[in-house]
């Protein structure tokens, strides 16, 4: 069973289009993240929800919308993309210390 | 400015030899420092946690120090092996309220010759 699901793992799509990024997690963690990883590899966090509340932006554009409809779902919306989004996007998950990361979602604006 | 410096971008070792990679930071206070594993188009796997009051860590072929003075981690890998092979991360978690908030450093890849 995937501990931590992200669906689609392949988006490509045009500049100033509104796109959305789904995860879910199965682990039962209170705790789950959004990173984005850009074309040089480096892994940044972008939000936290705990039980359903956002505890972190870390000076995200507000373009970005993170979404907690419950405990085991969080999905990212994506409004009026920009080249600069491209990147791949990692979801996660933790109870306590350590993070349980998805498989990426692989975005790419034209 | 605050920074994640991790030894370099490469490292290549011979089978067998045990590698040693670096993680340096400054102008941060973690509470834990972690270890996470990536290979290419996967996202990381934890490896190990360190607490900043602890000063080795062990499991298996892995072991990892915490050098809360020097501002600095190691990690090492003996009696390595080609499976060994992937980006290794370093992550301080400054754990504010209700979150484990990581913050990577820029990867080591390590490549493992037969």
């Known amino acids: 069973d995937t501990a931590v699901s992200q669906t689609p793992k392949y988006l490509v799509t045009q500049m100033g289009n509104d796109k959305s990024i789904k995860c879910e997690q199965n682990l039962g963690h209170d705790t789950m993240y959004w990173y984005k990883q850009d074309s040089k590899k480096f892994l940044k966090i972008m939000f936290s929800y705990n039980n359903k509340e956002l505890i972190i932006n870390e000076t995200v554009p507000n373009r970005f919308s993170p979404k907690s409809p419950d405990k085991a779902h969080l999905n990212l919306h994506i409004n009026s993309l920009e080249l600069g989004d491209s990147a791949v996007y990692f979801c996660?998950?933790?109870?306590?210390?350590?993070?349980?990361f998805g498989p990426g979602t692989r975005l790419t604006v034209l | 400015s605050q920074k994640i410096e991790q030894n370099s971008e490469a490292l290549n070792i011979q089978e067998g030899k045990t590698a040693t990679l670096t993680c340096n930071y400054t102008n941060y206070s973690p509470a834990y420092l972690q270890w996470y594993r990536q290979d290419p188009g996967r996202g990381p796997v934890f490896l190990l946690l360190?607490?900043?009051?602890?000063k080795e860590k062990r499991k298996e072929r892995l072991k990892v120090t915490f050098d809360t003075t020097l501002k600095q981690s190691l990690f090492h890998i003996t009696a390595s092996q080609p499976a060994d092979s992937a980006t290794y991360l370093c992550a301080l978690d400054l754990l504010k309220t209700g979150a484990n908030n990581l913050f990577f450093g820029t990867g080591t890849r390590l490549t493992v010759i037969p």
């Open positions: 360190i607490r900043e009051n602890e």
């Open positions: 996660a998950s933790s109870l306590s210390g350590f993070q349980f």
